[in-house]
């Protein structure tokens, strides 16, 4: 029997959705998880209208993420009250009593600057569903589309760790190979022209080396 380490596969979330259809694509792709931005300075912005639609895009057993940077409290609860969100992420300096103040599960997002410890911050946060690593830009929570030394996440971590900044479809594999993370995150690494507009060409194969890359692990351990 192979171990739960081998036989498990690799969970994607596709992050920054303005549209409905693209959303719909997302999901009949394989996606696991969407994530809606709530943060008026992204491009990838979306009032309580374009979220609802886009969730009711979203089936059971799809989890819906809404990703909030230093929001306002009433602003987060208002939005989990008007729109379904099953996960709440934190791109911003908030608290772990901040993230855990609002009665759902949550991820905090880490941005990868020198000196950050995963292991320290995993700690710090262990009511959380996981951390996300991203790329540090100065001044930008997260959607850059900049890279991270990936060996950063094979720290020892007792929460899941999800990997971001800078995927794409050409370089997911060797992400997956260095860090081995229990979750991929893309947004800017599957759009086309706009920010926010999701190419679904680059969806499909954006999910299809993962897949291929989980495939390979399983039977390189028969």
């Known amino acids: 029997m192979m171990s739960a380490y081998l036989s498990r596969r690799t ?12 959303a719909a694509c997302a999901v009949a792709l394989g996606a696991d998880a969407l994530g809606l931005v709530f943060h008026g300075p992204s491009p990838r912005n979306v009032s309580v209208a374009q979220a609802g639609a886009i969730a009711s895009a ?12 230093d929001a306002d409290q009433a602003w987060v609860r208002e939005i989990c ?10 791109h ?9 103040g609002f009665g759902r599960p949550y991820i905090k997002a880490l941005r990868m600057k020198p000196g950050v410890d ?12 996981g951390l996300l690593l991203d790329a540090y830009q100065p001044g930008e929570p997260g959607g ?16 899941p760790l999800i990997l971001a900044g800078g995927l794409t ?3 997911v594999k060797e992400a997956l190979e260095t860090a081995r993370p ?3 995150d893309v947004s800017s690494g599957v759009e086309g022209e706009r920010k926010g507009m999701k190419d679904h060409d680059k969806m499909a194969a954006f999910l299809r080396e993962v897949y291929e890359f989980d495939h390979a692990r399983r039977d390189s351990a028969l």
């Open 81 to 90: 009250g008007s729109v379904r969100i099953d996960l709440l992420q934190f």
């Open 58 to 69: 979203v089936p059971a057993f799809v989890t819906v993420v809404g990703l909030f940077v």
């Open 118 to 129: 995963v292991g320290t911050e995993a700690r710090r946060y262990a009511g959380a569903a």
């Open 144 to 159: 850059t589309g900049m890279t991270f030394d990936w060996g950063r996440a094979e720290a020892v971590c007792a929460l």
């Open 169 to 171: 479809p050409a370089n």
């Open 11 to 22: 969970r994607v979330k596709i992050c920054g959705f303005t549209q409905a259809e693209d």
């Open 182 to 184: 229990y979750a991929v």
């Open 92 to 100: 911003g300096e908030e608290s772990p009593e901040y993230c855990a």
